[in-house]
């Protein structure tokens, strides 16, 4: 079964804390993409990773295909990185999307 | 380049009713995936029509279908409506099929079934 997990479900920071939003999904994939919703639920594509790291301005996302795990991270978080991030896969063979359920982020300032 | 853009952006409709959504996909895109989201869920596939033609579906039964026009905008119709069709309508467009590409979404539609 192609399924993609996200954690934690919920993270609260501080303004300036460094955070984390890990992702792992359970077979092979050709690409995955990091996702971030705000309120409005208007989704924005951060990153779409096959393999290494990619980095945009204060984002970094890196994935390690052996271990089927990505992570997301913010540096010097910001109230305006409040929103919903989503990791989404698409696995061999298919042209769909499977979403995880997404990790609400609140930073407060 | 112009984005997805869906419409309209917010509907209210009676159970037992029928709806239509809309989406006009980016510029260059010819595929267009429909997805639905519950409040507090991830978005869920519904299908993906690619120039013109259906290409695949999720677990959503057959109330629920779409067209895809020549110039690549697409339509989500949805019959006989439930309640629990309530949800978010995201569509997201692509160019091509079997490649590593990117997607770009809609705003969505926000349903809600009274």
Known sequence: KNEVEQSPQNLTAQEGEFITINCSYSVGISALHWLQQHPGGGIVSLFMLSSGKKKHGRLIATINIQEKHSSLHITASHPRDSAVYICAVRFLNTDKLIFGTGTRLQVFP | ?114
């Open chain 2, 1 to 114: 380049e112009t984005g997805v853009t869906q419409s309209p952006t917010h509907l209210i409709k009676t159970r037992g009713q029928q709806v239509t959504l809309r989406c006009s996909s980016q510029s260059g895109h010819n595929t267009v995936s429909w997805y639905q989201q519950a409040l507090g869920q991830g978005p869920q596939f519904i299908f993906q029509y690619y120039r013109e033609e259906e290409n695949g579906r999720g677990n959503f039964p057959p109330r629920f279908s779409g067209l895809q026009f020549p110039n690549y905008s697409s339509e989500l119709n949805v019959n006989a409506l439930e309640l629990d069709d309530s949800a978010l309508y995201l569509c997201a467009s692509s160019a091509g099929l079997g490649q590593v590409r990117g997607y770009t979404f809609g705003s969505g539609t926000r349903l809600t079934v009274v």
